[in-house]
């Protein structure tokens, strides 16, 4: 009999020895992550999914709880990436203890294979801490969407006297013992040299091509919005508009009753073709 041989889901240790480019999109739903997963390395459950899934203005909202939910959907649609988790904002920033504490719950409930964080040189010590303690950390250094209101609203990072200090985030996060980092909406030629001084792989997002890996929103990726597309992503899909047309139609049909027609119902005879 032949061994049946079943695929390894992707690790921290096996993203960091990738020689291509990580694959990495956001996912929060269980269909989204069935349909993502066999084309990506990394799967994303960020806290990105407060403003994506819940309609809030910023990510500052999102709890743990909804984290855990959305991190176990993921986990559950998905066999072959690593699944990471964000942690959202305040439950990890007063100090590593209390860092450790919601990473190893995420964890423990969802079965993902890591945490993401953000910060530089002051979240640093929090990095080592979860690290020796068998937490894998992936770093989000750049733009950091939780810092909203100190970045002084969602910009580019990185011009002039600020490059030093994100370079400096960079290479605290990866002493620290982070396996990869995020570079978010960084100046181009900034987020190339981090990704050119580091050992470890980037990921960017408004970043470089230079850099390690890629990732976006799925949502943002796949078109399902209109109202607004970030410079730095690319839609390969119109999806909402097809979303949009399917509804109309459906709202139509109902309307002048051409649907339900006698095959979707029960115990009405088909029409003779």
């Given at each position: 009999m032949s061994k049946h041989v079943t695929a390894r889901r992707h690790t921290p240790r096996s993203l960091a020895a990738l020689?291509?480019?990580i694959v990495a999109l956001t996912a929060y739903t269980t269909p989204m992550a069935r349909l993502m997963d066999p084309h990506c390395d990394l799967l994303l459950v960020g806290d990105s999914l407060g403003m994506v899934v819940y309609g809030m203005d910023s990510t500052l909202a999102v709890t743990p709880e909804m984290m855990i939910a959305h991190g176990q959907a993921v986990v559950r649609g998905s066999k072959n990436a690593c699944?990471?988790?964000d942690l959202p904002f305040g439950s990890y920033q007063?100090?590593?203890?209390q860092a450790f504490a919601v990473s190893a719950e995420i964890m423990a409930k969802t079965g993902a294979g890591c945490v993401k964080l953000e910060g530089g040189v002051e979240m640093a010590e929090t990095v080592h801490f979860l690290t020796q303690r068998g937490?894998?950390?992936?770093g989000h250094i750049g733009l950091k969407p939780q810092a909203v209101h100190t970045h002084g609203g969602f910009r580019?990072?990185?011009r002039g006297s600020e490059a030093e200090q994100v370079m400096q985030d960079a290479k605290a996060i990866e002493a620290a013992g982070a396996f990869s980092v995020v570079i978010e909406s960084t100046m181009e030629p900034l987020a190339r040299e981090i990704s050119e001084t580091l050992s470890i792989p980037t990921i960017g997002i408004g970043a470089s091509p230079a850099c390690g890996g890629q990732v976006l929103v799925g949502e943002d990726m796949l078109g399902l919005f209109s109202d607004f597309?970030?410079?730095f992503v690319k839609r390969f899909a119109a999806i909402g508009e097809q979303v949009d047309k399917a509804v109309a139609e459906y709202a139509a049909a109902v309307r002048d009753r051409s649907f339900p027609g006698p095959e979707q119902c029960v115990g009405m005879p088909k029409k003779e073709s």
């Open positions: 020689d291509a480019p699944v990471a988790i007063q100090s590593p203890q937490i894998p950390v992936i580019t990072v990185g597309t970030p410079r």
